[in-house]
């Protein structure tokens, strides 16, 4: 026992180190506040309604109609029944949000590093690149929560495979299944996804190297747990993972019926997002030295650049006021590359680079190419529109591929790997595999490289780069001469702290060489380097400034005397903010309301086609049959509700109903459609899982008797509920200005099934016969009951396995 312990005492006291790290960087948790993310704050204000529901009847909605009319809930935060992956996420981030983040970031590299029989003290200090590499910080400071969280278990679910294909069977296939749960409750696809690509060439690494070796029957066992791992980990997962790719179908991810857009110009027909959105943020092929050159490209579009800088005083210059010229210079635009908005560069480190490139020359085998090419594979990705080829290859026909935005975030991939090559340099360099000449020459060879690289960007700056941006336009040309001069003295100044890092890292590794350093020292002075070389840059973009107190970040949003009014209205409808505060801060407005606006990134495609084409140019008749009872307009800094008297109400009886032809038209119609007296559709598509729908409700009738005396009122409204009474003399069809989900919503007549119809694009339709009736919408999902047997089905599944693979190491110990 006491040997165990002492086993174990140094990853006890490097996890000890990790929490201490995480917490110092973030040490304003200790005082209880908390970060400010901007993210996060539209997250709270969509995720209202149904955290409010759940308080009140202690049940979960998986319906919210706070935002963008109404939508499920899957992508906000919904619980699921049986999740007990997620029970362990929650344990495994026990730390105050975002140190718990960091603390995974580094556990999970760490245990990487020690799966490739790394000594733990380089592999902690391999955690240490990679925790702090900027881009991982920087989107904990803008409120990518979910990314980094996914991000955060990458490492692990590469231990779990890499130990498997060491033939440790039984703790690899543990080890994968737990870590890929845990990678998918992230529940951020994108970031899965690209690791399955790094996946992918770790696996083909590892054929080429058993077919050489002759030991393909050892693999394909090892692919063979690694599959049943990887159904188990969806299993573990099955409710989230089966609501996400049903929505999915109906999202702004999935295929639209629509070949227009709104100015009436053919549409890019795709089954996923179209090639300009996927690539509107794409990598320069000059950026890539930000990964080596913190501001190479000037860092983020506002940097504080001080009262010394030629921006200040050309703006007091030019008749500024300083106050003005200071404003000015702290947010001056000091990025020059395409990409439209960049936070801060997404710098990776001059000391894990110089690491990373004696690598290149000291490490050899499976390991260095897997390394190799999962970095370059990332950074030629993460080109986009800039490298068109090989983007618009795998937009085409690589699978999945065209589902995701913004193929900068790829970098992640290369984030992780170079880390790695980067502390192998030292671990080959540590051992006697090699002669200290050929180490002495793989030194010499990635100083000319890297110092090299530093002298010709010094000397030859001007000649080589312009320092201008397309984002430049409009800026006064004396002005502009003076930001472009702050540009070049940035360029200069990082590439020369840069050439520093380099040199002072080699002077390390020489005078090791030279027997001057022992290897504990070395490591002892690359973490000080690192965490020097990283920690001085994320402070610039998140640092304790984040920080505001807990009820800033619980509450971000404080009510308006528009919201107040509107607030004293107990009844249920819509409402449309045009205040200039709304359209800053688009989750606001479903903080407190049924909002026709939000913010999310997989909206309902319908509803976001019906926005581009009708509510974004204020379509009175469609602004009605969405039921706006209210609209916040803004006059001369004034905020004040605009009552719509107008608005359709909750359900009416229509006197026709018209078949159109396809989606294009339906779309165009309701430019002047009147739609209290007229509803429209393309197809019959009668929903109801119970309901039977009979021959001839196969075929719509349309025209309907209305008379004055008929009637239909809404009596109960729930997120997930509605109740209606309707009384009418005749056979009629009610419209509901209520989203259209034909995955959940069941209508139901006086407690019997009834199937119900998508009009009007967006919302629901049903007729009615004659008399009084009870009229009755839940929300039903059947892939929550569905997903949630399966997930408890994998959870026993998986607990038989554990036991059994404990049952097993123990009496092996024993034999």
């Not at 706006?628 to 905020?639: D, L, N, P, V």
């Not at 078949?659 to 430019?671: G, Y």
Request: charged share 20%; with cysteine.
């Amino acid at each position: 026992m006491s040997f165990s312990f002492k086993r174990f005492l140094p990853h006890l006291l490097v996890l000890i180190g990790f929490v201490v790290l995480s917490l110092a960087y973030f040490s304003p948790v200790l005082q209880g506040k908390k970060i400010f993310q901007s993210d996060i704050m539209h997250y709270i204000g969509m995720a209202q309604q149904q955290k409010e529901f759940a308080k009140a009847t202690g049940e979960e909605t998986y319906w919210t109609n706070s935002a963008f009319g109404g939508m499920p809930t899957y992508q906000l935060g919904a619980k699921y029944p049986h999740n007990y992956i997620k029970k362990l996420d929650l344990t495994l981030r026990f730390l105050p949000r975002p140190a718990d983040y960091l603390f995974l970031y580094f556990i999970g590299f760490y245990i990487l590093l020690l799966s490739l029989k790394v000594d733990f003290k380089l592999a902690a200090l391999g955690a240490l690149a990679f925790g702090f590499s900027t881009y991982l910080i920087i989107i904990l400071g803008v409120g990518h929560n979910s990314k980094a969280h996914a991000i955060a278990y990458m490492p692990l679910v590469l231990s779990g495979i890499i130990l498997t294909f060491r033939k440790k069977y039984i703790v690899g296939f543990l080890l994968t299944t737990v870590a890929l749960g845990l990678e998918i409750v992230a529940n951020h696809f994108q970031m899965t996804y690209y690791l399955l690509l790094l996946v992918i060439v770790l696996g083909i690494a590892y054929l080429i190297d058993a077919y050489r070796k002759k030991v393909l029957p050892h693999f394909f066992k090892s692919v063979g747990l690694l599959a049943v791992a990887a159904i188990l980990a969806v299993g573990l997962n099955a409710t989230n993972i089966m609501a996400t790719q049903e929505y999915v179908k109906e999202s702004t991810r999935g295929k639209s019926e629509l070949t227009i857009n709104p100015d009436g110009s053919p549409k890019e027909v795709s089954t996923g997002l179209s090639k300009d959105y996927i690539t509107e943020y794409s990598y320069g092929f000059a950026e890539t030295f930000n990964l080596y050159i913190p501001k190479f490209m000037g860092g983020g579009n506002s940097e504080d650049i001080g009262k010394d800088s030629e921006t200040y005083k050309t703006y007091v210059n030019m008749g500024a006021s300083p106050i003005e010229a200071l404003e000015v210079s702290k947010n001056a635009p000091m990025y020059w590359g395409d990409q439209p908005i960049v936070e801060a560069p997404a710098y990776v480190g001059a000391v894990i680079i110089f690491l990373f490139v004696l690598g290149l020359f000291l490490v050899k085998g499976r390991l260095k190419w897997w390394l190799v090419c999962g970095t370059i594979l990332s950074l030629l990705l993460s080109y986009g529109k800039n490298l068109g080829f090989l983007t618009d290859f795998f937009i085409d026909y690589v699978p999945l591929y065209n589902k995701f935005r913004a193929v900068t975030s790829i970098q992640v991939i290369l984030e992780l790997c170079i880390p790695i090559l980067g502390i192998f340099a030292l671990v080959r360099l540590f051992n006697d595999f090699q002669k200290d000449e050929e180490k002495l020459k793989a030194l010499r060879n990635t100083v000319i490289i890297t110092a090299g690289l530093c002298l010709v960007f010094l000397l030859f700056k001007s000649t080589l780069f312009d320092f201008r941006s397309p984002n430049d336009q409009g800026i006064p040309e004396p002005l502009l001469d003076a930001i472009i001069k702050d540009r070049k003295a940035l360029f200069t100044t990082d590439t020369i702290r840069t050439l520093i890092l380099v040199l002072l890292s080699a002077g390390i590794v020489y005078f090791f060489l030279k027997k001057k350093l022992s290897e504990t020292l070395v490591v002892v002075v690359f973490a000080a380097l690192i965490l020097f070389d990283l920690v001085s840059i994320d402070k610039q973009y998140v640092n304790n400034d984040k920080f505001v107190s807990a009820l800033q970040v619980d509450k971000p949003y404080q009510p308006t005397s528009a919201d107040k009014e509107i607030l004293k209205d107990d009844g249920h409808f819509r409402v449309l903010d045009m205040s200039s505060e709304g359209q800053r801060k688009p989750g606001r407005a479903a903080y407190f309301h049924n909002s026709l606006f939000g913010y999310h990134a997989a909206k309902l495609g319908r509803y976001n086609e019906l926005m581009e084409f009708h509510i974004y140019n204020n379509n009175m008749n469609v602004l009605n049959m969405l039921n706006t009872k209210y609209i916040i307009a803004e006059e001369q800094g004034q905020i004040f509700p605009y009552n719509n008297t107008d608005a359709n109400g909750n359900a009416w009886f229509v006197s026709k109903l018209k078949q159109l032809s396809n989606a294009n038209a339906e779309i165009k119609a309701l430019d002047s459609l009147d739609t209290k007296d007229e509803a429209i559709y393309t197809k019959v598509n009668l929903t109801n899982k119970d309901a039977i729908v009979k021959p001839n409700q196969r075929v719509l009738p349309s025209d309907f008797e209305v008379d004055s005396t008929a009637s239909i009122q809404l009596q109960e409204f729930k997120p997930n509920y509605l109740k209606y009474e309707s009384n009418n003399s005749n056979d009629g069809f009610a419209v509901f200005s209520e989203i259209y989900y034909d995955n959940g919503w069941q209508a139901y007549l006086d407690g019997n099934a009834m199937p119900h119809q998508r009009v009007n694009y967006v919302l629901r339709g049903m007729e009615v016969p004659k008399g009084n009736h009870t009229i009755e919408f839940k929300f039903e999902p059947e892939v929550v009951e569905t997903g949630s047997t399966i997930a408890l089905a994998s959870s026993t599944v998986f607990g038989i396995f554990l036991l059994l693979g404990i049952f097993y190491t123990f009496k092996k110990k024993d034999n």
